[in-house]
């Protein structure tokens, strides 16, 4: 069985028989620690390293844009970000054979049924595209959409 770095709390792996007297050395190192913040009894001094690492690791974008009926629209976020989520603002990502929205990633772009590319992310930002033939409606003039960028 692995152990976790802090607190060396159990980490099953398949083969491994769980026992009860694990779940409850587990609990009560989890009891001490969360006593020793209750108490004011705990060694803080890293949280405020680890919240910026944090905030560094989770960077969220949002926006919007209005369509412009563009093919292959970029949408600058000032960096690659690593999954995109695309709505329509009426709530719309799939409607009568077109797709105007979902989720998106760096190797995996938004796709419509027939596997024509809607949104797909590029360096610095995304591209969007507006097709009718193949139901590609990311960029459909003059609706608006909001996007949620995870960097």
């Avoid at 995109?84 to 990633?105: H, I």
Wanted: net charge neutral.
């Amino acid at each position: 069985m692995n152990r976790t770095t802090n607190y060396k709390l159990c980490q099953w792996e398949a083969e491994d028989k769980v026992r009860r007297t694990d779940f409850n050395e587990d609990n009560a190192k989890i009891d001490r620690a969360l006593g020793a913040l209750r108490d004011g009894k705990a060694d803080v001094s890293e949280i405020p390293r680890l919240d910026a690492a944090v905030a560094a690791k989770a960077a969220i974008v949002t926006g919007f844009y209005v369509g412009d009926r563009g093919t292959d629209r970029f949408i600058s976020l000032g960096a690659t970000p690593k999954a995109v989520f695309l709505v329509e603002s009426r709530g719309y990502l799939y409607y009568s054979g077109s797709v105007f929205g979902g989720l998106f990633m760096s190797d995996l772009p938004l796709r419509n049924t027939d596997k024509s590319v809607a949104a797909k992310i590029v360096e610095n930002g995304f591209i969007v595209t507006y097709e009718y033939r193949s139901g590609c409606l990311t960029n459909e003039k003059e609706l608006t959409y909001c996007y949620l960028a995870l960097m």
